[in-house]
């Protein structure tokens, strides 16, 4: 157990470390009214998304709560403090990016070197609260409660609520990204971050509430749910390898919130040079310390060697295909990338040859990421000669970076807002540092929704193994082609896209309303156009939030139901066999959709980096696609993420009445 409270106590560490971190963005002083102002009405309007969205999620968790004490009482207080952990995460994520995007603007006048240290201090709060609540809930709970069926409940929390927050923020984030692009950059040709755009503010809201908040509970819940069927699966084994087993996926979980402060620490020494580099050292750094940890730590839990080394390679491949993946999305959307610069010369011929050209190399962008994970997958089941615990390491391993990772995407949307609070409050940042630091804020953004998007599959995998593990389903031969095994197959398939179809509807249908909104606000005040009067930036604000709040609950509910109805009605078999389809063709759509996003943005960026190409019948076609694009890599993709791993863990708690 000593382990296990060692592994509690870094944990807290790391959460000092947030609160230093916190002190040094806050105690920076901003001296510029108008700048000032600006971040006010960012502030105030996240503050209001905050209370309206978490109190529609505070009542799901509520009325999930009375269910579970008639179902099964156990699971009440570890799924309270999963979602409520979640919550907190998401909620740090959006404080610190309002605290953080104003200081980062101001500190770029003067030093694009302090300016960079400030964004990246307001991403580390992220990235390592979002590891350490996750690490010190889990070891909290397991310590207390001291039976690891129960932590399902954890995991059904923090995926409820992840999933919740990536909605209902993605498709207020992408509606009000949409309507401002439309409306500003097509119809009257005003810049984007423009203070005459009616929905600017809303635009910018959105920024920090799906990159920092949504993706942040994604993240939270995927290792949240590694710590889960891990230490449920470690239980099995607790007799044989030693009672140490079970601190295996903790102790290997603290071992990555300390390598990844120290990449941190790495990356904030910067004084100079490529911001590129700094970050791809700060990860080799840390991916050094995340190498050694996959050795040390199988050691210490495991009293059977041979076995340690076989676990400690099968993390070792996890880990490898994930820092992988994140370099094969530079191939896709890499500013300036041979498919970033085919779309961009298609959109000369216009939005329809933008739109396919575009879907061509979106249609092929899952392949490699789905071979990778694959081969990781094989590998570590051969080497550990056939157990699941091979594959069990090598989920673990993907999990390993998440707090650097993390650290660096929250560090985008600051650096994003504080590009948009210079341009509204009319401030000229003549040394060009606030524009490296959005174009590294894009990549680093897009590394971490294909590392995600990764990490996603493995969980999904190890989860549906676990409930395999449960339920018997491996033995079952003889009903893999029964009516019913291919009813859920096919059922569970084709679940993903009536999901997306949801998410994107949603998000195009709030854009549609918001849209007419600044129609109209430009028609009845033609002084807002000419600058004179201002918009009414709330009227953006409170509809994108009421029809985001509105327009997530459906398929909220078909995520939560659809497993319960085919597990009680057709039974565990079917129910196994619509994770299997759930999880192949979410596995699918997951990075065509990330990839294909980023790519249309990006090509957007690649015609807007020269000035005169601004307006023109090209940047008009480009932005059509990005706008087709948006929908896709920040609501469906990251949704996608989200919705396989909740029906699995649904599937989890429905598999002690099918065992019984």
């Known amino acids: 157990m000593y382990l296990i409270y060692g592994s509690i106590a870094l944990g807290l560490l790391a959460m000092i470390i947030v609160i230093y971190l916190t002190l040094n963005v806050i105690r920076e002083n901003v001296d510029n009214i108008d700048m000032i102002n600006i971040a006010n009405y960012i502030k105030e309007a996240a503050n209001a998304f905050i209370k309206r969205h978490y109190s529609a999620i505070f009542a799901s968790i509520l009325i ?3 269910l579970l004490m008639v179902f099964n009482v156990k699971l009440v207080l570890p799924f309270v403090i999963g979602a409520s952990s979640s919550i907190l995460a998401a909620y740090i994520g959006l404080r610190i990016a309002v605290e953080a995007n104003v200081r980062t603007a101001y500190l770029a006048i003067k030093s694009p070197i302090k300016a960079f240290k400030l964004a990246f201090s307001g991403g580390s709060v992220v990235g390592l609260s979002i590891v350490s609540l996750s690490l010190i809930s889990v070891g909290i709970l397991y310590l207390i409660l001291q039976d690891v069926n129960c932590l399902v409940g954890f995991g059904f929390g923090a995926s409820l609520s992840a999933l919740f927050t990536q909605l209902g923020g993605g498709i207020f984030t992408k509606a009000a990204d949409i309507s401002a692009d439309l409306v500003g950059k097509v119809e009257l040709g005003i810049p984007e971050d423009d203070p005459r755009n009616p929905a600017v503010i809303a635009d910018q809201v959105g920024d920090i509430v799906g990159d920092c908040a949504g993706r942040g509970s994604d993240l939270f819940e995927s290792i949240s749910d590694d710590y889960v069927t891990a230490l449920i699966l470690c239980s099995f084994i607790a007799n044989k390898f030693g009672v ?25 020494s910067y004084s100079g040079g490529s911001l590129n580099k700094v970050f791809n050292f700060g990860l080799i750094i840390s991916s050094i310390f995340y190498i050694i940890s996959s050795f040390v730590v199988p050691m210490l839990t495991f009293n059977d060697m041979s076995f340690a080394y076989e676990i400690s390679l099968s993390i070792m491949s996890g ?11 530079q191939y896709y959307t890499g500013f300036g990338s041979m498919p970033v610069r085919s779309v961009a010369e298609s959109s000369k011929r216009g939005a329809a040859l933008n739109i396919l050209t575009g879907l ?3 249609l092929q962008s899952p392949f490699i990421p789905v071979i990778m994970v694959s081969s990781a997958f094989i590998l570590s089941y051969i080497i550990t000669n056939g157990s699941i615990y091979g594959i069990l390491g090598a989920n673990l391993g993907t999990d390993l970076a998440v707090g650097f990772i993390m650290s660096s995407d929250a560090f985008g949307p600051i650096c994003d807002n504080a590009a948009g609070i210079a341009e509204m409050s009319g401030t000229k940042v003549f040394n060009g ?15 971490t929704k294909a590392f995600a998007s990764a990490s996603g599959m493995f969980s999904t995998l190890i989860i549906f193994m676990t409930y395999s593990e449960i339920v018997g389903f491996w033995n079952i031969d003889s009903k893999l082609l029964s009516p019913i095994f291919v009813v859920g197959l096919l059922i569970g398939a084709s679940l993903p896209f009536l999901f997306s179809s949801l998410t994107v509807g949603a998000t195009s249908k709030t854009a549609l309303e918001l849209v007419d909104i600044i ?3 430009f028609k009845e005040n033609p002084d807002i156009i000419k600058g004179i009067a201002k918009p009414d930036y709330a009227k953006c604000v409170d509809v994108a939030m009421k029809l985001s709040l509105k327009r997530m609950m459906l398929p909220g509910i078909i995520t939560i139901l659809s497993p319960i109805i085919i597990g ?16 192949s063709t979410s596995a699918l759509l997951s990075p065509m959709f990330t990839f294909g996003g980023g790519l249309w943005d990006n090509s957007k960026k690649y015609i807007e980096k ?13 932005v059509v696609g990005d706008t087709v694009g948006d929908p896709l890599k920040d609501v469906a993709g990251p949704s996608l993420n989200v919705f396989m791993k909740l029906i699995n863990m649904i599937a989890l708690i429905l598999a002690s009445i099918f065992s019984s």
């Not at 140490?244 to 904030?268: D, E, Q, T, Y």
């Not at 880990?319 to 999305?329: A, E, G, K, P, R």
């Not at 009680?568 to 999880?583: E, F, R």
């Open 64 to 66: 999930i709560t009375v």
């Open 360 to 362: 061509s190399y979106a």
């Open 433 to 447: 540092g606030l524009d490296e630091l959005d174009a590294l804020g894009n990549t680093m953004k897009a590394y």
């Open 319 to 329: 880990l490898i295909v994930s820092l992988i993946v994140c370099f094969i999305v």
């Open 519 to 521: 129609r109209k606000q």
């Open 244 to 268: 140490n087993a079970l601190a295996f996926p903790i102790l290997l979980g603290a071992s990555g919130v300390l390598s990844s402060l120290i990449g941190i620490f790495f990356v904030r």
């Open 568 to 583: 009680l009605v057709l039974g565990k078999y079917a129910l196994g066999a619509m994770l299997l389809g759930g999880l």
């Open 610 to 622: 020269d000035f005169w190409m601004k307006g023109t019948p090209t940047h008009e076609a480009a």
